[in-house]
């Protein structure tokens, strides 16, 4: 799937390998790298900490976990700054007519 350039089949490939070999060091560090590169920071987060835990001496996989936190931190920032300048997204107010809140009351 990755040497074809379908980095959304590979997260799933590599979600298999886990779900077979949960200590697969390589298969949560490729991964995390990809969730990296399509700005899934939390993601990457939670997979290259994984490596760290499973293998210390992952010296890439600690960089790209300060790199991801530095942007998660920095993405959140800018949205909650824009959504107390602005309010909620179009986006989201769409969504929320959407939901039965019948349900969230019983």
């Known amino acids: 799937s990755l040497r074809f350039g379908n980095k959304m089949r590979a997260v799933e490939d590599f979600a298999e390998v886990i779900r077979l070999d949960p200590r697969n060091v390589s298969?949560?560090?490729?991964?995390?790298?990809?969730?990296f590169q399509?700005?899934?920071?939390?993601s990457a987060q939670e997979d290259l900490n994984k490596v760290l835990a499973l293998d210390p001496s992952q010296t890439d996989a600690q960089a790209t976990l300060t790199k991801a936190k530095s942007l998660?931190?920095?993405?959140?920032?800018v949205s909650t700054q824009v959504y107390q300048r602005e309010g909620p997204s179009d986006a989201y107010l769409a969504s929320l007519a959407t939901k039965d809140f019948g349900t969230l009351l019983n």
């Open 38 to 42: 399509q700005e899934k920071y939390a």
């Open 27 to 35: 298969a949560y560090k490729t991964r995390g790298m990809l969730y």
């Open 72 to 77: 998660f931190a920095k993405l959140t920032r």
